[in-house]
């Protein structure tokens, strides 16, 4: 049986004064063995709005569900055309300095893993190895028929190809890397199909409707038995795909610490809450173990 870090707070609901926050966060991290749960609010300042934040994208986007991208033909038009856009802008985003913070931690052996509710790969390009992408990532796409995965890039350079005079501008992106388009710029929008079967071509991701793969499930529960403690970092946990990892690390007696920009669902779980914008955050976080480290 692991033994948990000792900690001198307990969740009350009351939250620790604020200069004590981030070095409650920090004594977690110096027993090592940390998992680190992530989501839509650690990207927003690589230039990816999340959800459910103050800016939310859940206010006036409705995002594609799994029934209606399967189900229909234009529902595959719509998605395609968007996300034909949104990708883009995706894919030229970069790590912030809380996802090279995450990294930083990792190297050091503060963080025994990350799992990310995000699709963005972000930390991977900060350089985090292993990173369990919850909710798939992006830049893969997956046929529905044979099962083929293939990159994302493949797949853009061949809409390019048989949409050479698609010249929309995305008003906006979502974290799923749908952006919002007038349905006049849809419509003459062409899909290609996957190029072994001739089946339907899906990104590589859990849309809403959709559960997570039950293997990917299971991983993700035995990362969360083995750690010390779970730090959940710029997540609402409104949804219970993250939400159901609180629980389990609180069932088990995992200490469980939360740094969002506002409240979580997860809130009650938490023995700690720094409630602060995550780059500055966690930049702070990580010269406070380094400096405990030297």
């Known amino acids: 049986m692991r033994t948990r870090p000792t900690l001198s707070w307990t969740p009350t609901g009351e939250p620790l004064p604020r200069t004590a926050e981030l070095g409650a966060v920090a004594d977690l991290l110096r027993c090592g063995d940390v998992l680190v749960l992530s989501g839509a609010g650690l990207s927003t300042e690589s230039g990816i709005p999340d959800y459910r934040g103050v800016a939310g994208s859940l206010r006036k986007h409705t995002p594609m569900t799994y029934a209606e991208f399967a189900g229909s033909v234009e529902g595959r038009r719509r998605y395609w055309a968007r996300s034909h856009l949104g990708w883009r802008t995706i894919a030229r985003a970069r790590p912030n300095s ?16 990350v799992i990310t509710q995000n699709v963005d790969g972000l930390h991977q390009a900060a350089g985090t190895p292993g990173v369990v ?32 005079g698609f010249r929309a501008a995305a008003a906006a992106i979502n974290p799923d890397g749908d952006v919002d388009l007038p349905e006049h710029e849809v419509a003459g929008f062409t899909v290609v199909d996957c190029a072994d079967c001739g089946g339907v071509l899906k990104p590589d991701v859990v849309f809403f409707g959709e559960n997570v793969p039950k293997p990917r499930v299971e991983r993700c529960y035995r990362m969360v038995r083995d750690c010390s403690a779970l730090l959940v970092l710029g997540s609402s946990l409104t949804v219970m795909s993250g939400l159901r990892f609180v629980r389990r690390a609180a069932a088990a007696g995992v ?7 506002g409240v979580t669902r997860g809130d009650e779980y938490a023995a700690v809450r720094v409630d602060r914008p995550l780059g500055g955050a966690l930049t702070e976080l990580l010269d406070t173990v380094e400096g405990i480290a030297s």
């Open 98 to 113: 809380g996802h090279h913070a995450v990294a930083r931690l990792r190297a050091l052996g503060h963080v025994s893993g």
């Open 133 to 164: 992408d919850l909710h798939g990532s992006l830049d893969r796409v997956i046929c529905l028929s044979c099962g083929r995965l293939g990159p994302r890039e493949e797949l853009d350079r061949r809409l390019r190809a048989v949409n050479p």
């Open 255 to 261: 200490p469980v610490a939360i740094v969002n920009q």
